[in-house]
């Protein structure tokens, strides 16, 4: 559970978090050794987990552990969660069956970690996986959901010898600087969470991108359980048709908005279908497709400073998406009325973005339908495109866009200059949204 603000001078897991920051020279540094050095010297937690279902894949890895997590606990299990990057807060990350880690509890797993490390080389997300290990296998658990940081073959959850299930999600261009400049090459990557005899369900995939899985696995005797072949889905009125060899199931509209969360809903359904002996029937699938959560996720916010400031009639959504194909997802969301109708109105757009991110191919796909664009730089964040430059990209892009000092003055421009209320888009990274939310309350 979240807890109060500690009080002045008391220690705090941010303290904690902040020289972990320090431990490698790099924020990213894709390798297994020193994590495992690392869960060695603690006496190896990863191998004391419940099962696991290990998820990798460039978009829809949290909406998709959202839905099986409802599914799951529908089912009365008993779930742990991993996943990255947090929002507001980095207890987010560590969700325990009773709730996000507590502030006490994360302080003790991180200071262990820190000292059995000592001053050795460690990325913050190597060295807060080992702490995230401790903390699931302290607790009893029926199964835990884990999702890859970055990538999938090097990254540091990879350290599961054999999980109960793998899944991979649509694979996109995305970190190319860390992943390879192809689609081929990404997948080469993220085919590495696969393990021999251990079935791994495949999401929706450009056909070569599927080759490339589909050789991977055969090399390594990994079963697949692919979309196209042995399960499709259909969006219907209604919400949506499922089908695989047992036969079709007709199956409730998506909790999560958007056009791809039909894909993400129907992926938790297959992977659902394979953990059988959890009990996960129709009922609780159904039941977890109704009720999933994950903020941020074209999220419409009720309430807080910025909703408070606006006039009357006027809405404000806030996304994270950030790359080529999370624009393309949004922009699909935009085009078909006949389940999110946002041509009633005017849509404005506060954006930031990474300069690690491909801002053009985000920005491309949102052009027609943006009536105008104010470019922030990400609070906080050191790789932020300055807002000049974000609102550069957008401009190329064919949209009209200025840049400005903060997102409330965003919201205020945006105001200021519309003929009736309209409808406010804050969009382009995790991390604004995460600032926004945390901001907003």
């Not at 990213?28 to 290990?54: N, Q, Y």
């Not at 261009?173 to 251990?198: C, N, R, W, Y």
């Not at 790789?383 to 550069?392: I, R, Y």
């Not at 409330?408 to 945006?414: N, P």
Request: net charge negative; with cysteine; aromatic share 6%.
């Amino acid at each position: 559970m979240r807890d109060a603000s500690p009080p002045t001078g008391a220690k705090t897991s941010d303290a904690v978090l902040d020289r972990l920051t320090r431990l490698h020279p790099k924020v990213i540094d894709l390798s297994l050794g020193r994590v495992e050095r690392l869960l060695e010297r603690l006496d190896h937690p990863e191998a004391r987990l419940a099962p696991v279902v290990h998820v990798a894949g460039t978009n829809g890895k949290g909406s998709l552990l959202a839905f099986l997590r409802a599914m799951l606990e529908a089912a009365g299990r008993r779930v742990q969660v991993y996943t990255s990057p947090h929002l507001v807060r980095f207890h987010e990350r560590i969700r325990l069956t009773t709730g996000l880690i507590d502030e006490a509890a994360l302080i003790v797993l991180l200071e262990r970690c820190e000292a059995e490390n000592g001053p050795e080389p460690i990325t913050f997300f190597e060295v807060t996986t080992a702490a995230a290990f401790l903390a699931f296998a302290q607790e009893p658990a029926d199964i835990l959901l884990l999702e890859v940081g970055l990538g999938g073959r090097l990254d540091a959850t990879n350290v599961i010898d054999r999980p109960r299930l793998t899944a991979i999600t649509p694979i996109a261009l995305d970190h190319q600087q860390f992943l390879g400049s192809t689609l081929s090459a990404i997948a080469g990557e993220k085919a590495g969470i696969m393990k021999p005899g251990v079935t791994c369900v495949v999401g929706p995939q450009e056909p070569a991108t599927l080759t490339v899985l589909e050789r991977h696995a055969q090399s390594i005797d990994t079963p697949l359980f692919c979309h196209g072949r042995d399960w499709t889905f259909e969006p219907t009125s209604e919400g949506f048709r499922y089908e695989d060899a047992a036969g079709p199931r007709v199956l409730p509209r998506p909790s999560l908005l958007g056009a791809h969360q039909f894909a993400n809903a129907a992926l938790a359904v297959a992977c659902a279908t394979l953990l059988g002996e959890f009990g996960v029937d129709d009922r609780a699938i159904a039941e977890g497709i109704a009720t999933a959560s994950w903020p941020a996720r074209l999220q419409r916010l009720t309430q807080g400073p910025l909703v408070d400031a606006l006039p009357e009639g006027w809405e404000l959504w806030l996304d994270g998406g950030h790359n080529p194909a999370a624009g393309e997802a949004l922009a699909a969301t935009l085009k078909d009325r006949s389940r999110m109708d946002w041509g009633d109105r005017p849509l404005d757009l506060v954006y930031g973005m990474l300069d690690t991110k491909v801002a053009a191919g985000y920005l491309q796909a949102l052009a027609p339908f943006a009536h105008s664009l104010k470019a922030v730089r990400i609070p906080g964040e050191q790789a932020s495109l300055s807002a000049e430059a974000a609102a550069g990209h957008a401009s190329a892009a064919g949209i009209d866009a200025l840049p400005v000092e903060s997102v409330v003055d965003g919201v205020k421009a945006i105001v200021a200059k519309a003929e009736r209320p309209g409808r406010i888009l804050i969009c382009g990274s995790l991390y604004l949204a995460g600032y926004v939310l945390s901001e907003n309350g």
